[in-house]
């Protein structure tokens, strides 16, 4: 039982108090006197007759003007108050003594460990925390809060580290130990990105109602808040540059640049011009010519179909991606430049790497992360979001209100297979809505190329033979579905096939976990 008593600041009130609960052989387990002057008084719980003549005798005492029960005794609130801000907090939070033992740690904490409460307390903090030395810092003559760089589950953290001082009752304070506050990579990738983001969200305008192109935004949003490269696979047309430009805008880059350049056909005197700029005197130019890295300073550069780089480019981007530094054509002075690179491709890379197409250290630096854009036939719940998000803003620059799509036209969207994604829905209402003279849209409206009822799959002419065709169209498939089915029981079932056959075939196109983002 716990009483709240409000009284006047009167010499002797409190043994007044104390003097009745001897009284009644009331065992007290805590006092406290707050700032108020209000005093509080923790005792187990008595009887209810007991309790009806104690609370009269308390009001009697000389000072007394309320009594009543309260829940907790204010160090027991801020106690609670603690925990449950410790307990929802997402980063690792450590209380250490002044000899460096761990005295309290939060989930956060615990969950990273993979630990039991009583298992973290006690130990050394650096057993669990590495790269600054604690005991030290507080046998220091002046303790001030640090900002440190540390290692905790062997991955880099930034520590804040900070002191706990307490009064000694003469004006001065004692130094009572260290609380450490520790943030990851990511979570600092996240609140630098909610301190910088835009007022809108980047990502509304891509129209997300399908369950892959849902999971697409949900790991785009994630991807946007670290720095490491982005490699997007898709079929062209289908949104890999929107989902670039949402994860720049999302990302602390958002308010810089955001520069693009096509790999496709492009000469490697012409993409190393652009890229890289060119000193004085280079291809007839007086002055320096700035190159689309430097451009990009801070902010984002786009590579589309990178699979198209030569592989002398390929080497040249290389150097940029391992120290961030590169010579402008015909210029000997080092440029460093601060950009993270996202980079689009619809070919196999991997399979570019294995004939020698593709360089494999390139490769896996552009690779770091990792996005499948599903083509629009694989979304097919999207696309009549897609027609009328179109529709609405093609209608406001021709000057008229949108047109309704009637069940006919609904259907033919739907069941058509789309080769050229989401840029030829785009297309094709542009025509349509350009030459509609009513307020509905029908099937006859929208002209399309025959697709004879079924999907293409090629995006390229083919190249090889039958064998290679079959096997590069079988990997492709499984590529696709593996994601979706990641365990190959899952497969097999899905496909029709023996565990031991897809397995086989995951072996040989060396698709697994590693490989493919699942």
Known sequence: MRLEISCQDRLGITQDLLDILVEYEIDLRGIEIDKSGKIFLHFPNIDFAEFQHLMPKIRRIDG?????????????????????????????????????YVLLANEAVLSSLESEYEEVIGQEITELVKGFNFVRWMDGKEVYAQTHKVKFIEQDFLADILPINVSDGEGGEILAGTVLLLKSEYRLGQQLTAFNQISSDSFSQIQAQSAQMKRVVREAKKMAELDAPILLYGETGSGKELIAKACHQASRRGTHPFLVLNCASIPDEVAEQEL??????????????????????????????????????????????????????GDAREVKVDVRIISTTQKDLSLMVQEGKFREDLYYRLNVLSLTIPSLRERKSDIIALAEYF???????????????????????QSYPWPGNVRQLENALYRALSLLEKDEMG???????????????????????LDQEVKRFEKDLLRRLYPSYPSTRQLAKKLGLSHTAIANKLREYGINKKTVKV
């Open 64 to 100: 007394v003007e309320d009594v009543k029960t309260t829940p907790f005794m204010p160090i027991e609130r801020e106690q609670n108050q603690l925990k449950a801000l410790l307990k929802t907090l997402p980063d690792p939070v450590f209380s250490i003594d002044t000899r460096g």
């Open 276 to 329: 890289f700029g060119c000193g004085p005197g280079s291809y007839g130019n007086e002055q320096s010519q700035v190159g689309l890295l430097e451009q990009a300073q801070s902010g984002t550069l786009f590579l589309d179909e990178v699979g198209d780089m030569s592989l002398q480019m390929q080497t040249k981007l290389l150097r940029v991606l391992q120290d961030g530094s590169f010579r402008r054509v």
């Open 391 to 413: 529709l609405k803003q093609q209608s406001s620059k021709l000057g008229r209100r949108p047109p309704t799509l009637n069940k006919s036209c609904v259907d033919y969207l």
């Open 443 to 465: 099937r006859d409206d929208v002209q399309l190329p025959s697709s004879m009822g079924a999907p293409s799959y090629f995006s390229e002419q083919i190249e090889g033979t």
